[in-house]
């Protein structure tokens, strides 16, 4: 959903409590919406240990 469509100031009024009852409800879903997407990204994948491989060879061709 567009939410500059939604909170655009031209339709939403704050003296009309019907339109700030939907843009509440539109907020809230989309907030659930991306609580979901941000828990369905797998784990950042774990880097190797620096000082395992780090320094153990130099390359010495030109």
Request: aromatic share 2%.
């Amino acid at each position: 959903m567009n939410l500059s469509a939604v909170a655009s100031s031209s339709r939403v009024s704050a003296e009309d409590p019907i339109s700030m009852v939907i843009l509440r409800k539109s907020l809230d879903q989309q907030q659930a919406l991306a609580s979901q997407m941000i828990a369905s990204l797998p784990p950042p994948a774990a880097l190797p240990d620096p000082a395992g491989t780090l320094g153990q060879s130099i390359d010495i061709y030109a």
